[in-house]
DNA sequence: GGATGCATGTAAAATGTTACATGATTTA
DNA sequence: TAAATCATGTAACATTTTACATGCATCC
């Protein structure tokens, strides 16, 4: 008795409806500049991804869209719908999706471990762990020191892993 | 001097060659399957993506096909060129690419905890923990012992993570 | 011997990347 | 005021998903 089943949102929509929750609203190029800005890579925030995905969200009644001005530019600025909101709600407590394992560049290679020498796999694994270290102190997170913590601690399990990993294979 | 720049591999077409390395021979269909039944859902090894895809590398000469036959049915059994070893090594080999942060659906949304209220954090770190745990054991690795530890390191290493999230928003 | 599933694909549509265009604003 | 950068997009292309087609093999 209700609507047709409202897709499900996919993490790019989802994580940009909760970018917009953030602050209340937003125009496109804000939401592809926080996604470019992230710490992980995935995200490339890329113009011709996130401004066609504004208009779909639009049609799809999960945001609305003011024309407004910056100076004598033209530009929209974008809000959650209750729908919307409520979609972004579903979405970011999903904690069955929020489990899964993602993609995982590290992962993908150590289960072709075999294929390397040891020589290389030494140089590999300690390479890793240089790189991984490095990320404990990314350049953002201004406002939220709480994801600051989530990094470093995310490292910290990263390399913990990284050592278990050397015990097993040794 | 060399030729214009081999393009890199991305990482699906890394892991399909890696997946060849390990027998030294497979069919699109195989390599799919492989990728189906992978722990992590990201990878989904449709058909649509492999077999084109197969014959992109095929095009740029890291793979050779021989055509064969299954019973009554034609079928082309992939082996790599010595080139696709060189690639699948460089890619499988580069500890940076591999200490990328990758596409992580827990991390994107603990960037947005503050959007729940404080119950349906509690709910929703406490189903993550939950599902997780049921990761330790998947059904694959029958042949790949040392990848099940792989696998347990790095549940145990996520709900350690885990724990030091909870500690740090009490 | 019909239904079900394995194996090998292709086609249409959705999505994302890369490259460009264009005007406004800031900086040197 | 010229050059660089910010802001707002679009277009062509590549990749991936979803859905379908088809023939063989197996099982009931």
Do not use: C
């Not at 710490?39 to 945001?63: C, D, F, H, K, Q």
């Not at 913590?149 to 097993?168: G, P, Y």
């Amino acid at each position: 008795m209700n609507s047709p089943q409202p897709e499900r949102l996919s993490d790019l929509e989802g994580a940009a409806l909760a970018l917009i929750a953030q602050s209340g609203e937003a125009t496109s190029y804000q939401v592809a500049a926080q996604f470019a800005g992230s710490p992980a890579e995935y995200w490339s925030g890329s113009a011709g991804a996130v401004y066609p995905m504004m208009t779909r969200l639009e049609r799809r009644g999960l945001i609305v869209g003011a024309e407004g001005m910056t100076g004598k530019r033209a530009r929209t600025v974008w809000r959650l719908t209750d729908q919307g909101r409520a979609a972004m709600i579903a979405w970011l407590t999903d904690a069955e999706r929020a489990s899964e394992m993602g993609f995982d560049p590290l992962r993908t290679r150590l289960a072709h471990l075999d294929l390397m020498t040891a020589a290389q796999r030494r140089t590999f694994l300690d390479g890793v762990a240089r790189f991984t270290e490095a990320r404990r102190d990314p350049p953002s997170f201004a406002e939220k020191p709480w994801m600051q913590k989530v990094q470093s601690s995310w490292v910290a399990a990263r390399l913990h892993w990284l050592s278990s990993i050397r015990a097993a294979i040794k």
